[in-house]
């Protein structure tokens, strides 16, 4: 009879066991306040203009959305809020949030920011990886440009060469001091350079161990037959396939796109397919996870579970080097703490910067929070169990 779990996301007792009585407040106010998508778009519009006024509204910022969901606006706040994760046995992706500034100095400045974060991390045992965005090192337009397989000219190719060695030093610098470095999926549209780069790294540096990780966003239906050739690559190559498993980020810009220029539509039909690829990824990555290393990124309650159910059944130690968990900073907090407890290998993704320059991540997250359907209705619940549980 195989083994079952005991495991449940409804525990806000230790759910939220890292959040004070105040903290619980402030988050339901703020879940509240995102619950109203008039709201989110209002503050999508005036905040940016507010900010390139110079008007005084950052204070308002860092005291509500920004500490909801951010880490800090530099590595040393990041630092601590890293800590205080740490004490519940939740880990840290450190993910400096700056959106792509475009120019070359910007590429190059960008550089040892990430290194610092890797020197941080190596003395941090709570802080196992750092992810990064091959746009915040190479211009789209450049990108955009080899992706659809046009020739390059010769500055251009200079210029490409220099995007490789700004990654290369970073993965470099992430292996010498064994942390994972995440490589995150962009549009689909400049997604081959980034596959490509990932995984020329992979071979590289997952000889022995994983250090980089491919994203696969599994709301696109060619991913998972593309995470499957990976992994043969991987294996004819003679290197370990790191999988960074994640729904996706981009649905209404790819389909907008593909519509406007007429071609189909790289999206699933629908949200049952996405959870269907997503959960056959997880089960082919469980499979196959002496040989591979999977990162369930994710605040899907039921492919969480399963990920986790999967390695309970192989009777591997929950906490098995080959497999992490992860969510946001600020959200699924019943996943996150609930996995930690039952002693899985969890992290938050902590993104840190400046309040302007994390903005647009902000936004993002606000918009996308208002528009997956019941994710608001779902965090208020939990909160406001809790509270009532604290008669607060």
């Not at 071979?203 to 022995?208: E, L, R, V």
Request: with cysteine; aromatic share 10%.
């Amino acid at each position: 009879m195989e083994k079952q779990l005991s495991i449940s996301f409804e525990n806000t007792a230790i759910a939220f066991e890292s959040k004070t009585d105040k903290a619980l407040k402030k988050a339901d106010f703020l879940f509240s306040s995102i619950g109203k998508p008039w709201l989110v778009k209002l503050g999508a519009t005036v905040t940016p203009l507010a900010l390139k006024l110079g008007l005084p509204i950052k204070g308002l910022i860092r005291n509500t959305i920004f500490s909801q969901f951010c880490g800090g606006e530099n590595l040393q706040e990041a630092a601590q809020a890293a800590t205080l994760l740490g004490k519940f046995h939740v880990g840290v992706v450190l993910d400096y949030g700056v959106e792509a500034m475009e120019g070359e100095e910007n590429y190059d400045h960008a550089v040892p920011e990430f290194i610092r974060a890797i020197e941080y991390a190596a003395g941090n045992h709570n802080i196992p990886f750092i992810a990064i965005k091959v746009t915040g090192f190479a211009r789209f337009s450049l990108l955009e440009k080899i992706h659809s397989g046009e020739t390059l000219t010769q500055e251009e190719v200079a210029e490409y060469g220099r995007v490789r060695n700004r990654i290369q030093s970073i993965a470099a610098a992430a292996a010498k001091h064994k942390i994972g470095l995440l490589i995150d999926a962009e549009e689909s549209w400049i997604q081959q350079p980034v596959d490509d780069l990932a995984g020329e790294l992979m071979a590289q540096f997952n000889q022995q161990q994983v250090i980089v990780y491919n994203t696969f966003q599994m709301y696109r239906h060619d991913r998972l037959a593309f995470l499957k050739k990976s992994f043969e690559k991987a294996q004819q190559q003679g290197y370990l396939l790191g999988a960074k498993l994640v729904r996706g980020a981009y649905m209404e810009k790819e389909r907008k796109r593909a519509e406007e220029m007429g071609y189909p539509s790289p999206i699933q039909p629908n949200k049952e397919a996405t959870d269907r690829d997503y959960d056959a990824a997880v089960r082919f990555c469980m499979e196959r996870v002496d040989k591979l290393a999977v990162f369930v990124g994710t605040h899907n309650e039921q492919s969480s579970m399963l990920a986790a159910n999967l390695l309970h059944q192989q009777e591997l130690p929950h906490d098995y080097s080959h497999v992490s968990f992860s969510q946001l900073l600020g959200m699924s907090d019943n996943i996150t703490f609930n996995l930690a407890h039952a002693g899985y290998h969890v992290s938050k993704y902590l993104p840190y910067g400046p309040v302007k320059d994390v903005m647009p991540y902000l936004l993002r997250r606000a918009q996308e929070n208002t528009s997956i359907s019941g994710q608001v209705g779902r965090e208020l619940g939990l909160i406001r169990r809790e509270r009532k549980r604290r008669g607060i």
